[in-house]
């Protein structure tokens, strides 16, 4: 059977869905994105490629390919990968994975913001032309993803000690997380070990914090919404389309109280904006453009004979 064939690459995992033309679908798997880069574009392909053929169904063959990819954060690298699909023998649309969410949602435009693993916030102008505000990367910003609160919690937390504060609750929660008796500690257990699979697991310990009524855990929480605001009026300043705001990524949808104040701050700053959590899996959007290119290439083909 062809088949259209969904990948959302995100940090930490990789989502595959392999669907009928009429739907169906006939395998959905999560396994680690481990080893993924976005470039070289054409290793990238064949990396994506080789897991896509171990999980398809005995005797499918891909008809079309959609995909999400984190690092794909301009229109023309995302052009380059798929091409590289092209050159192996398999029809591709490679997007965001940020831009997974508006079709995901079934919309046709709108502002698709992720806070998990890394933040980062994807639209289109009317013309078409993909717009990027954010990604650059825990180190330099992500901020709202899951290892920025983290790092913007242990300084928050360490420069109140540096005070001479009594804790409010938010350094007890990291130091509990890391298992360090003292705040020096805690700093070098987050020091030795900088990468985002060391710090992420830790934003739990952060909302603890502020659900138990740390002041200084609320305020880190408030200034993730209000930096994963900026990007949405960054995008809309740049001419990005649409009326709704579609929300994912493990960060704010496993977190309500971030997902509150993104939602105050965005009916503050744009109230004609709708924010939706996505409740489907992105890799459901992927699909889509799976069977929207693949439509489009019957188009062409049907055009091409007449």
């Not at 080789?50 to 063959?61: C, H, I, K, M, T």
């Not at 825990?138 to 899951?146: F, H, I, P, R, Y």
């Not at 909302?207 to 609320?218: D, I, K």
Request: charge should be negative.
């Amino acid at each position: 059977m062809r088949v259209l064939v969904g990948a959302d690459i995100g940090g930490t995992k990789l989502a595959i869905r392999v669907a009928a033309p009429d739907g169906a679908i006939r395998a959905d798997v999560e396994i680690p994105s481990t080893g993924w880069e976005a470039a070289p574009v054409e290793r990238a392909a064949r990396w994506l490629l080789d897991r896509v053929n171990s999980v398809l169904p005995a005797g499918d063959e891909i008809a079309a390919l959609g995909v999400g990819a984190q690092g794909c954060d301009t229109q023309e690298h995302c052009a380059r990968l798929a091409a590289a699909f092209e050159s192996s023998g398999t029809a591709a649309t490679v997007v965001n994975d940020a831009a997974l969410l508006v079709p995901a949602a079934g919309l046709a435009s709108g502002i698709g913001v992720i806070a998990g693993t890394g933040s980062i916030a994807v639209g289109a102008a009317a013309d078409g032309t993909v717009l990027f505000a954010g990604g650059w990367g825990w180190v330099l910003g992500d901020e709202g993803s899951a290892p920025a609160i983290v790092r913007e919690a242990t300084k928050a937390a360490l420069a109140a000690y540096d005070a001479g504060q009594p804790d409010d609750g938010l350094l007890s929660q990291l130091l509990a997380h890391y298992g360090a008796a003292e705040p020096p500690g805690l700093a070098r257990a987050v020091n030795d070990l900088p990468t985002s699979g060391s710090w992420g697991p830790a934003a739990p310990a952060v909302f603890t914090a502020a659900a138990a009524g740390s002041a200084l855990a609320l305020a880190v929480v408030d200034d993730a919404a209000d930096h994963l605001c900026t990007l949405v009026t960054r995008l809309r300043a740049r001419g990005a389309a649409g009326s709704t705001v579609v929300v994912a990524g493990s960060v704010v949808i496993g977190q309500p109280l971030l997902a509150d104040r993104l939602r105050d701050r965005l009916g503050a700053a744009h109230p004609d904006l709708d924010l939706r959590l996505l409740d489907v899996p992105p890799v459901a959007g992927a699909v889509a453009l799976a069977r929207a290119g693949h439509q489009a290439a019957g188009t062409r083909a049907t055009a091409n004979h007449l």
